[in-house]
């Protein structure tokens, strides 16, 4: 059974950082890309950063080069590394995936809260 667990959301004053993680059970490898995506207060969920099965990687204009997506495969776990973070980073991020078999997963959010 496919499923994607984040982890590691949290409160960070402006300027912190955060890492998210998002654990693929069924094995990350079964993913064509894999995406972090974001949803604030009141507005639709976008897209912020995402990575294909070989790497090649994309990032919304807001988040270049202070956000990072990686993937390990043998750990099956998704990461996005959040640095320079700003109070309109706060959102519930949602991790998801690409299947092979055509269908796309969801994880359940995580909450990440930049404020001081």
């Known amino acids: 059974q496919v499923q994607l667990v984040e982890s590691g959301g949290g409160l960070v004053q402006p300027g912190g950082s955060l890492r998210l993680s998002c654990a693929a059970s069924g094995g990350i490898f079964s993913f064509v890309a894999m995406n972090w995506y974001r949803q604030a207060p009141g507005k639709q969920r976008d897209l912020v950063a995402a990575i294909t099965s070989v790497g090649v990687t994309y990032y919304v204009d807001s988040v270049k080069g202070r956000f990072t997506i990686s993937r390990d495969n043998a750990r099956n776990t998704l990461y996005l590394q959040m640095n320079s973070l700003k109070p309109e980073d706060t959102a519930v991020y949602y991790c998801?995936?690409?299947?092979?078999?055509?269908?796309?997963?969801w994880g359940q959010g995580t909450q990440v809260t930049v404020s001081s």
């Open positions: 998801n995936g690409n299947h092979h078999n055509g269908y796309d997963y």
